[in-house]
């Protein structure tokens, strides 16, 4: 199956600063790649639409200038957590998909797990 | 508005017994409905795919049945074995609030498996 590499697996940073987040599609090109944001014990929750070439589309509640997505490959799609508060602190997974005959089928980075101290 | 629920509280049976965890959704059809699991700090991983099409689907210990009047789908470990214990969360490829087409999960059943 497709690999999608997540880095970095883990991050510590204080409150404040800014963290970037790298998605990679490995072994096919992706003009969609999706974050997913989940919390301890709960689902992963749809953040944005990562689209090749053009601006990210952000859901509801997530916000766009705090959580800057920048796709300037077809196989790289990057997250900025910029001024990152404690209450940032979670598990950040990148997908990517591929269509094929009507199917959708999902490859998903490693995750990331962001502490803010 | 579209939901998908799944069992939130942990599901705990003994090891060689049978898993049937459960997958239920509203205001939808879709075309196809996966199943993934997903380890302690790790992304999911893509387990199986059942169309709409088709009532069951296997693969080695694993089973699935969709029942598209019922807007259900029930996912089964036979032979269960402690290495089986993680979350397993359903998915359907739907529309978000805001009109994009993305994966949306479950919010995922923990299975533990006793030795």
């Known amino acids: 199956g497709a690999v999608v590499s997540q880095h970095p697996s883990r991050v510590i940073c204080k409150s404040g600063t800014s963290v970037k987040i790298e998605c990679r599609s490995l072994d096919f090109q992706a003009t969609t790649m999706f974050w997913y944001r989940q919390f301890p014990k709960q689902s992963l929750m749809l953040m944005a639409t990562?689209?090749?070439?053009?601006?990210?589309?952000?859901e509801q509640g997530v916000e766009k200038d705090k959580f800057l997505i920048n796709h300037a490959s077809l196989t790289l799609s990057t997250l900025t957590v910029t001024s990152a508060h404690p209450e940032d602190s979670s598990f950040y997974i990148c997908s990517a998909f591929r269509r094929t005959g009507g199917i959708t089928e999902a490859f998903f980075g490693q995750g990331t797990r962001l502490t803010v101290v | 508005s579209q939901k998908i629920e799944q069992n939130s509280e942990a599901l705990n049976i003994q090891e060689g017994k049978t898993a049937t965890l459960t997958c239920n959704y509203t205001?939808?059809?879709?075309?196809?409905l996966q199943w993934y699991r997903q380890d302690p700090g790790r992304g999911p991983v893509f387990l199986l795919l059942?169309?709409?099409?088709?009532k069951e689907k296997r693969k080695e210990r694993l089973k699935v049945t969709f029942d598209t009047t019922l807007k259900q789908s029930l996912f089964h470990i036979t032979a269960s074995q402690p290495a089986d214990s993680a979350t397993y969360l359903c998915a359907l490829d739907m529309l978000t609030p805001k009109g994009r087409r993305a994966l949306t999960f479950g919010s995922g059943t923990r299975l533990q498996v006793q030795p």
């Open positions: 205001n939808y059809s879709p075309a196809y």
């Open positions: 059942i169309r709409e099409n088709e």
């Open positions: 990562s689209n090749e070439g053009s601006k990210a589309t952000y």
